[in-house]
């Protein structure tokens, strides 16, 4: 069977549903243009002080998406 989840995607899921991270946030955003709102992962970079990286993990379902599976149903 194809499948379009990555072993990064996989990662971030363990690390969510794991509970063992306190480092995600909900974060209010724009995906192409549309309101969202994204799961992140917020940790503080290698250099500047006072800076965070945010990694966006998944992102809300828009209304212009359209989820299909495999087969297009």
Not at 15 to 36: I, Q, R, V, W, Y
Request: proline fraction near 8%; glycine fraction near 6%; hydrophobic fraction near 40%.
């Amino acid at each position: 069977m194809s499948t379009n989840i990555r072993p990064d995607h996989i990662s971030a899921y363990q690390a969510l549903t794991s509970g063992e991270h306190g480092n995600f946030a909900l974060f209010s955003c724009f995906l192409n243009g549309e309101p969202a709102a994204a799961i992140v992962a917020v940790t503080p970079p290698d250099c500047e002080p006072g800076e965070y990286k945010i990694t966006p993990l998944f992102v809300s379902v828009t209304d212009a998406m359209v989820l299909t599976d495999h087969d297009g149903a």
